[in-house]
């Protein structure tokens, strides 16, 4: 059986070595680290194969992943699968992390109670994970209040009996890799929406969700914000724009909305899709929105479809960074020399799961060991947050 959680084992005890570390509980590596990343070349899932990698931009890396493999439900007839969790945090890592601990969870709980996987298992997971949440935010709000404040968008995929439940609240995406036979190529698909205000869609949503507020979204320095103050539209966490109890002392004032509310500003409600996995699907590109600034869909399908399997998410974050540090007309050994929190002014966390498709072994539902995996933490030290 190949298990382990990468996040726990940073956040108590671990450090790396210039040379990068094994990090395992039982069997198989979970992962290894040089300087500022994290990744795993390759793994096995249900029905083939992953690759997985974090860069840490920020002070504290606020991005969190997962990839658990095996039952979906806490039942032994339940399905078999594969979940697939991006979780993007802002305004620090504790939402992330929270997500990365209870929503698959969740999942498995809502699947066994509803005997089968979805999409109103997935939505009340992610609802139940946000209740969570913010009952955690209640505990704490007094001794710090700036929990109130911090966010994740969360970006999931599950594949289970020859379907793909794609769910997002924020602005990460998916991408799938199709192949066109009568050209011989491998276009690229977005399966994911997009919850930022930059995106007309958006911004008519929130109007219409909020028509007494003329200021739910506002231009700022050339870029939309809701209320000003974010540009996501969902997420999970964000207490202080979805409960008017957190919009007030001792929560900073940047981050206090003027006018009253009476309902959330924000969603934690994913937007769902359902794909039926054909053979022609041949594999999917999970990312946090950090990797899109710096690639289009089909750069990264190309990237991904014309390189070796193992090391495919590490080098697609590495395609990434060369791009960012393209456009600040600087060499990409140079960009690597830059130290985490000053590095988040060229790139964002990036965080990149690639999962690749065997239809025929999809639809056959085959069970095979359990496998969890997980990515994030503090890569440069033990995490100081109170959830840890």
């Not at 069997?27 to 300087?35: F, L, M, T």
């Not at 994740?152 to 998916?174: F, H, K, P, Q, T």
């Not at 979805?242 to 937007?271: D, G, H, T, W």
Request: aromatic content about 6%.
């Amino acid at each position: 059986m190949v298990s382990g959680s990468f996040m726990r084992i940073v956040s108590n005890c671990w450090r790396p070595s210039g040379e990068g570390e094994n990090s395992t509980r039982q069997g198989d590596s979970n992962g290894r680290i040089d300087g500022l990343l994290w990744y795993k070349d390759s793994g096995h899932h249900v029905s083939g194969e992953f690759s997985m990698a974090v860069i840490q931009a920020n002070n504290l890396l606020e991005d969190h992943s997962q990839v658990q493999s095996g039952p979906m439900s806490l039942v032994d007839s339940g399905p078999q699968g594969t979940f697939i969790g991006v979780y993007d945090g802002h305004g620090g890592p504790e939402a992330a992390r929270f997500v990365n601990q209870h929503l698959f969870d969740n999942v498995r709980k809502f699947t066994s109670e509803s005997h089968g996987m979805s999409a109103s298992v997935i939505t009340k997971a992610f609802l139940a994970t946000e209740e969570e949440f913010l009952s955690l935010v209640r505990k704490q709000w007094q001794t710090m209040p700036q929990i109130a404040s911090v966010g994740a968008c969360c970006l999931v995929g599950i594949i289970c009996s020859g379907l793909l439940y794609i769910a997002n609240a924020g602005d990460s995406r998916v991408v799938l890799g199709r192949l066109e036979k009568a050209y011989k190529v491998v276009k690229a698909v977005q399966l994911s929406s997009e919850h930022n205000a930059s995106l007309g869609s958006v911004r008519e949503e929130l109007r219409l969700l909020h028509p007494d507020d003329p200021q739910i979204v506002v231009l700022k320095h050339k870029v939309w914000r809701v209320k000003g103050i974010i540009q996501v539209s969902r997420s999970i966490g964000d207490a202080y724009l979805k409960k008017a109890e957190f919009n007030r002392e001792p929560l900073l004032a940047k981050f206090r909305v003027q006018e009253p509310f009476s309902k959330p500003i924000l969603k934690a409600e994913p937007a769902i899709t359902v794909h039926k996995i054909q053979p022609e699907d041949q594999f999917l590109i999970f990312a946090s929105d950090g990797l899109w600034e710096h690639l289009s869909n089909q750069e990264a399908v190309e990237i991904v479809s014309t390189s070796p399997r193992n090391g495919i998410a590490r080098k697609l974050i590495k395609s990434a960074l060369r791009e960012a540090a393209k456009k600040r007309e600087m060499r990409y050994s140079d960009l690597k020399k830059i130290e985490r929190g000053v590095r988040r002014h060229f790139h964002d966390d990036i965080t990149v799961i690639v999962v690749f498709l065997h239809s025929h072994l999809i639809s056959r539902g085959r069970s095979r060991p359990i496998l969890s995996v997980t990515g994030g933490g503090d890569l440069v030290g033990p995490s100081t947050s109170p959830f840890s």
